[in-house]
């Protein structure tokens, strides 16, 4: 992919996670939450200009500086969203006010991590930049499934299909 089309790649993605993520929403633990990410992933590896090859130990530096930031921005932002549990045992997620400061934080140290790669004259492309919105991504989610998994009640198991909801608790009559 082109660059201009990895930058629009990346902006869509960041929008449409962050504009999802301030509103309520369910927390589906048996879902593939790792898919986006993983597919992000896919598509930043593809790149061969991951890492400039004029530039390779200042590169692979930023690169795992980047991904160090994007890890970093996950977990607070998994830990800083709200999370609670519905009377019919859903579990809900909400980002807060700390959860965007956290997204601040991280744009700035990324822009800070973009300027000191081009005044090192390292050619940096929009794939690291993409590797890092994905591992950012897989963290948040595996966070808040681990935190809905805590919520859910751990006493008796659900009733099976065909199996009576309310069980005597006394002697039956024949």
Do not use: C, N
């Amino acid at each position: 992919m082109s660059g201009l089309v990895d930058a629009l790649l990346i902006v869509v993605v960041v929008v449409v996670v962050i504009a999802r993520q301030f509103r309520a929403s369910r927390i589906d633990t048996g879902r593939r939450w790792w898919l986006l990410p993983a597919v992000l992933a896919v598509v930043a590896l593809r790149e061969p200009e991951l890492v400039d090859a004029h530039h390779r130990t200042t590169s692979v530096a930023l690169l795992t500086a980047e991904l160090l930031t994007g890890l970093a921005i996950g977990a607070g932002w998994g830990w800083t969203s709200r999370i609670w549990t519905e009377p019919d045992g859903a579990v809900w997620s909400r980002s807060t006010k700390a959860s965007g400061a956290v997204w601040a934080v991280g744009i700035g140290l990324r822009a800070g991590l973009f300027a000191l790669g081009a005044a090192l004259g390292v050619h940096q492309d929009s794939s690291a930049l993409l590797l890092a919105l994905a591992a950012t991504l897989l963290v948040r989610s595996g966070t808040l499934v681990s935190r809905a998994h805590s919520l859910r009640p751990t006493g008796a198991p659900a009733p099976a299909y065909g199996e009576p909801m309310f069980r005597s608790t006394g002697k039956e009559r024949v």
